[in-house]
């Protein structure tokens, strides 16, 4: 890789193991890009964040239930907010008005992960695609 491409940093919260594992393997095919790290609660995504200050996190909203919209919102009012790629189970235009209330930058279904998650990168860092 030629020295003044920046890898950007991704970070994923889930509380599912099984999709932590298998999102952290497909980041790290990716092109342009570096897991930053992994959370599976709140607590832990905020420390995560403030700690390793991706540039993106993936975050999904059923992760913390009734709070994952106020999770975006606590994340995003970090100094240091990354862009917040919020991973829905069912991916409707509700889903979508709600994380962008939120303040997330965009929403991706997770029955269309990789597709989903590549055109949102695309769109977050059109650069780096």
Known sequence: MEAHTKLRKVAIADDSPAFLAA?????????GFTLAGIASTPPQTLALVESATPDVLLLDLGM???????????????????????????????????????GADELVGK????SGLAQALGRLFPAAS
């Open 111 to 114: 029955a269309s992960f990789i």
């Open 64 to 102: 913390a239930p009734k709070r994952g919209l106020e999770l975006v919102q606590k994340v995003k009012a970090l100094r240091a907010a990354p862009a917040v790629v919020a991973l829905v189970l069912f991916n409707t235009p509700e889903a979508l008005a709600a994380a962008k209330r939120a």
């Open 23 to 31: 999102a952290a393997n497909y980041i790290a095919t990716i092109p």
